[in-house]
């Protein structure tokens, strides 16, 4: 069959694959992101301790995804990308074994969470680079990563609504267990993909060098440049408000896990309203407009949420995150793919995986210990205050951006 415009990448049968594959795979992973916040603050009731576990998923990104980058431009990566599903699954399964057994405690809970974020350290970058071998039309890759971010989106939808459900009946556990099975999908459709395995032959130097070529390509192209700086400040601080919700859900509005789920689960919403708009553009250009209005509705978003206790107006700020984010992130992903050649891509965009993902641990940190000292409503106003600078700066240099990347895009 023939998928129409808004779903043409899936005409390529491996990115069909690929795509239903992980669309399974990530309801259990945000079920997993949902139980692990709710276990941390049942543990310990502080706020504190949330950063703590968000560092701990997010740090080992920021240390390993640039020496992954360079992994991956000389591997296999469709065998890469089966062994790192594979060994998050085995880390789900364990840290479900674990609280089934009631042995789990902190100082367990922040070493599972860090395992799985060393896993992640390799498996995100590679996902994002294998895209471009996914799909068959390099003009379909827009359309691909707006398809990502909508299943990544639409399983942030389901997910936390289905775990606040699953935590009521049966505990964390039963999250960690669900997530722990769903990577089996990924693993039966990475298998049934066809795909050229040998890798085009180039000239490797010494690891090192090449990571510092991949860190001179990125920061030396003035967009890419401007690009990642702008994403590492907003991810530093403007996506920190996922391991405060915890505080809102039982604090503020004094409901459960199902309240927290709801939450979660509106965020959702937004960005996969968001990835909608996305998946019906046909162009590259204009996303830097995009991700300038993205930043300033994650800004209005902190805010409203910050001041509003009001919990119908909670859940549309969380929206609003949600369409920020992805509009942010998806547009950000689409350019650096597009403006980065074949032979850097994996190390480009493992870069790209350290600013955006690997900053957020230290943002965290960050948010948990300014809350506990300052509250929760001054810290998330001091973060959408940040981010509405930050836009404001990118969106200043626009056109000069503009200028210098048009060489680049007109094939785009």
């Not at 591997?75 to 990308?81: D, I, S, T």
């Not at 890419?224 to 996506?239: C, D, H, N, Q, Y």
Request: hydrophobic share 50%.
């Amino acid at each position: 069959m023939n998928w129409p415009r808004g779903f043409i990448a899936l005409n390529a049968r491996n990115y069909r694959l690929f795509f239903f594959g992980q669309a399974i795979s990530l309801i259990g992973t945000w079920m997993t992101t949902t139980a692990a916040l709710w276990l941390a603050y049942h543990l310990s009731s502080s706020a504190l301790m949330l950063g703590l576990i968000g560092f701990a998923g997010n740090a080992p990104i920021f240390l390993l995804a640039p020496f992954a980058g360079v992994w991956i431009d000389r591997v296999n990566r469709h065998r890469l990308l089966l062994l790192t599903q594979t060994l998050s699954m085995i880390q789900s399964l364990t840290i479900a074994v674990m609280t089934y057994e009631h042995v789990i405690n902190m100082p367990w809970l922040v070493a599972l969470m860090f395992l799985q974020g060393a896993i992640n350290g390799v498996d995100m970058p590679v996902r994002q680079v294998m895209v471009v071998e996914f799909v068959e039309r390099k003009e379909h890759l827009g359309n691909a990563i707006a398809l990502n971010s909508s299943a990544f989106n639409l399983a942030r939808l389901i997910g936390p609504a289905i775990a606040g459900f699953v935590i009521v009946l049966s505990g964390a556990a039963g999250c960690f267990l669900v997530d722990g099975l769903s990577y089996l999908a990924v693993i039966f459709c990475l298998l049934a993909m066809r795909l050229n395995t040998e890798m085009p032959s180039r000239k490797q130097q010494h690891p090192f060098q090449e990571l510092r070529e991949g860190f001179q390509y990125a920061l030396g192209m003035r967009p890419i440049r401007a690009i990642m700086i702008t994403v590492t400040l907003i991810s530093f601080l403007g996506f920190s408000y996922a391991i405060l919700t915890p505080i809102f859900a039982r604090e503020i509005f004094h409901g459960d896990a199902k309240t927290l789920g709801y939450l979660m689960s509106s965020t959702g919403v937004g960005a996969l309203l968001g990835a909608s708009y996305l998946g019906s553009r046909t162009t590259v250009r204009g996303l830097g407009t995009v991700i300038a209005i993205g930043g300033s509705l994650m800004s209005a978003g902190l805010v409203t949420f910050g001041l509003s206790r009001w919990f119908p107006l909670s859940l549309a700020a969380m929206a609003l995150l949600g369409v920020g984010g992805v509009l942010v992130m998806a547009s950000s992903n689409t350019v650096l793919q597009t403006l980065t050649d074949d032979a850097r891509r994996g190390r480009v965009m493992s870069i790209f995986g350290m600013t955006f993902t690997g900053t957020m641990p230290l943002g965290n940190l960050v948010i948990g210990a300014f809350t506990r000292d300052f509250g929760v409503s001054a810290a998330l106003l001091v973060s959408g205050g940040i981010c509405a600078l930050v836009t404001l700066n990118f969106y200043r240099q626009l056109p000069d951006l503009r200028a210098a990347a048009a060489p680049l895009l007109d094939g785009h």
